[in-house]
């Protein structure tokens, strides 16, 4: 699936669209450069899911935790400062995957040999007229 996202205010429809086209997804995989959009993305989603928590990026925290109103409890994930595949497990990280909750992860190339294979992959890419594109494709 592609969508194309030329200005914030199309974020809760594309986000609407995309729960839609992944329903009954759990896992969700986000790769993406630095600034180009993984967290605002995650944030559009969590608001279209009832979250009612502030959802912000979990860069120092590793992993936050949200109530929804229609999903129960959502895991966001940022990977990024982890070093080994040994420190995600120290965080517990199979347990999260395996829990049956949404988990949105932000840089998840150092799980890679772990992730159940019904996860979803979304790709961010900010096009030269500054839009982004947000395709999704299964775990492989």
Known sequence: MKFICHSLEELPGIAQQFLEATKGTTIYLFNAG?????????????????????VA????????????????I???????????????HNIGIEDYLYSGNICFIEWP?????II???AITVSIQEDTDGSRIIETRMFQ
């Open 74 to 88: 959502l895991y966001h994930f940022d990977l990024y400062r982890l070093s080994s595949l040994h420190d995600a």
């Open 116 to 118: 159940p294979s019904h």
């Open 57 to 72: 990026s979990p860069t120092f925290a590793i992993i936050n935790e949200y109530k929804s109103t229609q999903k129960g």
């Open 109 to 113: 190339e150092i799980i890679s040999s």
């Open 34 to 54: 630095m600034g180009v959009g993984k967290t605002t993305f995650i944030k559009a989603l969590c608001l279209q899911l009832g979250v009612i928590d502030v």
